[in-house]
């Protein structure tokens, strides 16, 4: 388990230089994610040929196959981003422990602990975008608020509802709270999308990989906002007819990674301290 925790350690220095790169360019270079891969195989490969026992290295390979399958899943169903996805990727060669009888457990548990944290990161960073934009914010807010006026009305009385008859039964309580909450954090997420995370810049700065905020008719070609973002042909196109444009800048989520991380090790660390103590004679 040592060679596992001394693995993990070592791979929080790629982490950190994809997050350093990520809040400097929003971008995290392929280097990063392949080098990732390569040292974790690489080092698990090495360790199992001095030991004379594979399950180690053996235990990384599963991981890199379950995280590669779940890295283009979250890619395609568009919630990552393609830098975020291949750093995903590169943690399943990482993450696997050293028995594959425990390999699911403790993905289960990092995969946990990514979310909460990934959770409490997008509402802390939603907030201060909110509070530095914070008038177009509100502006939007309302408006989207008048334009799904009746589906929120229809919403909030049903959760009155359901509130009304968790009185009776818990289960009908936790449901009106939810709706409630979710409908307000959907008029909520769409208004910091369209408020705070839109800007205009000039296009001669875009960058491979951008979003555009929408479709741009360039002659008789249409450069479409796609989730890959543009090219570096779509930027030369856009650059001859357009001085500005409106892109999506997203929030740089591999922060999330590197807490992620540091929380997962420390949980084993404890969990490996409190199993031997118990154990000790």
Same mark, same amino acid.
């Given at each position: 388990?040592?060679?596992?925790?001394?693995?993990?350690?070592?791979?929080?220095?790629?982490?950190?230089?994809?997050? #350093?790169?990520?809040?400097? +360019?929003?971008?995290?270079?392929?280097? %990063?994610?392949? !080098?990732? @891969?390569?040292? =974790?195989?690489? *080092?698990r490969?090495?360790?199992?040929?001095f030991?004379?026992?594979?399950?180690?290295?053996?235990?990384?390979?599963?991981?890199?196959?379950?995280?590669?399958?779940?890295?283009n899943?979250?890619?395609?169903?568009?919630?990552f981003?393609?830098?975020?996805?291949?750093?995903?990727?590169?943690?399943?060669a990482?993450?696997?422990?050293?028995?594959i009888?425990?390999?699911?457990?403790?993905?289960?548990?990092? #995969?946990?602990?990514?979310? +909460?944290v990934?959770?409490v990161y997008? %509402?802390?960073? !939603?907030? @201060?975008?909110? =509070?530095?934009? *914070?008038?177009?914010?509100?502006?939007?807010?309302?408006?989207?608020?008048?334009?799904?006026?009746?589906?929120?009305?229809?919403?909030?009385?049903?959760?009155f509802?359901?509130?009304?008859?968790?009185?009776?039964?818990?289960?009908?309580?936790?449901?009106?709270?939810?709706?409630?909450?979710?409908?307000?954090?959907?008029?909520?997420?769409?208004?910091?999308?369209?408020?705070?995370?839109?800007?205009r810049?000039?296009a001669?700065?875009?960058?491979?990989?951008?979003?555009?905020?929408?479709?741009?008719?360039?002659?008789?070609?249409?450069?479409k906002?796609?989730?890959?973002?543009?090219?570096?042909?779509?930027?030369?196109?856009?650059?001859?007819?357009?001085?500005?444009v409106?892109?999506?800048?997203?929030?740089?989520?591999?922060?999330?990674?590197?807490?992620?991380?540091?929380?997962?090790?420390?949980?084993?660390?404890?969990?490996?301290?409190?199993?031997?103590?118990?154990?000790?004679?």
């Amino acid at each position: 388990m040592y060679e596992v925790i001394f693995l993990w350690l070592l791979s929080l220095s790629f982490i950190l230089v994809a997050v #350093v790169q990520d809040l400097k +360019t929003r971008e995290i270079d392929n280097w %990063i994610s392949f !080098s990732l @891969v390569i040292f =974790a195989l690489g *080092f698990r490969f090495l360790y199992s040929l001095f030991q004379g026992d594979f399950e180690f290295f053996y235990s990384g390979a599963i991981g890199f196959g379950v995280f590669f399958a779940l890295g283009n899943i979250l890619y395609y169903s568009r919630v990552f981003a393609g830098g975020d996805a291949k750093l995903m990727i590169g943690l399943g060669a990482i993450l696997a422990p050293a028995e594959i009888s425990s390999i699911f457990s403790t993905f289960f548990n990092f #995969v946990l602990i990514f979310l +909460t944290v990934g959770f409490v990161y997008t %509402i802390a960073t !939603s907030i @201060v975008l909110c =509070a530095k934009r *914070f008038k177009p914010f509100k502006k939007e807010f309302a408006r989207l608020l008048r334009k799904h006026k009746k589906i929120m009305c229809i919403l909030i009385l049903l959760s009155f509802i359901f509130l009304i008859i968790g009185f009776f039964e818990q289960l009908f309580l936790i449901l009106g709270v939810m709706t409630f909450v979710t409908s307000y954090l959907y008029i909520y997420s769409k208004a910091v999308d369209e408020a705070c995370i839109i800007k205009r810049i000039e296009a001669k700065n875009l960058r491979e990989g951008d979003w555009i905020y929408s479709d741009l008719k360039v002659g008789k070609k249409v450069i479409k906002a796609t989730w890959d973002g543009v090219t570096r042909n779509d930027i030369r196109e856009i650059i001859k007819k357009f001085k500005q444009v409106r892109i999506r800048e997203g929030i740089p989520f591999s922060p999330v990674f590197f807490f992620s991380f540091i929380i997962f090790i420390l949980f084993e660390i404890l969990k490996i301290s409190l199993w031997n103590s118990f154990w000790q004679p």
